[in-house]
């Protein structure tokens, strides 16, 4: 349930994470259960893309100064957590994105085997 007032970018956020989990479970050939590191952290890279695609394609009339820096700090917080199934997943799952430069190609890649490329 997403509570009335979280602001927009959190809210997307959210939603793209959550749709992600869908994605996984209605999408013919994945797994009905993928390692939890490897599930959430290509959750937490959709989320992730999201925003860092908020942040290049703003306009400034559209985002108010403290829409900007609260954007920067839900990015730098992603990066920084600490936690190991959800911040060591989204590193993972970022650099093996960055590495093959195709979000299809690491999700069929996830279909296929569970896990990320190692790269």
């Given at each position: 349930?997403?509570?009335?007032?979280?602001?927009?970018?959190?809210?997307?956020?959210?939603?793209?994470?959550?749709?992600?989990?869908?994605?996984?479970?209605?999408?013919?050939?994945?797994?009905?259960?993928?390692?939890?590191?490897?599930?959430?952290?290509?959750?937490?890279?959709?989320?992730?893309?999201?925003?860092?695609?908020?942040?290049?394609?703003?306009?400034?009339?559209?985002?108010?100064?403290?829409?900007?820096?609260?954007?920067?700090?839900?990015?730098?917080?992603?990066?920084?957590?600490?936690?190991?199934?959800?911040?060591?997943?989204?590193?993972?799952?970022?650099?093996?994105?960055?590495?093959?430069?195709?979000?299809?190609?690491?999700?069929?890649h996830i279909r296929e085997t569970s896990g990320f490329p190692r790269v």
């Amino acid at each position: 349930m997403i509570l009335h007032g979280l602001p927009f970018d959190m809210t997307a956020y959210i939603l793209a994470h959550e749709a992600t989990h869908a994605y996984f479970k209605l999408h013919e050939g994945f797994p009905s259960s993928l390692p939890a590191q490897v599930e959430e952290g290509t959750c937490q890279l959709m989320g992730y893309l999201y925003l860092q695609y908020r942040k290049v394609m703003a306009t400034p009339d559209e985002s108010s100064q403290h829409a900007i820096q609260l954007r920067d700090w839900y990015i730098q917080s992603l990066v920084e957590d600490t936690s190991p199934v959800y911040g060591d997943g989204l590193r993972a799952a970022l650099h093996a994105f960055n590495a093959v430069n195709s979000l299809q190609f690491l999700l069929d890649h996830i279909r296929e085997t569970s896990g990320f490329p190692r790269v």
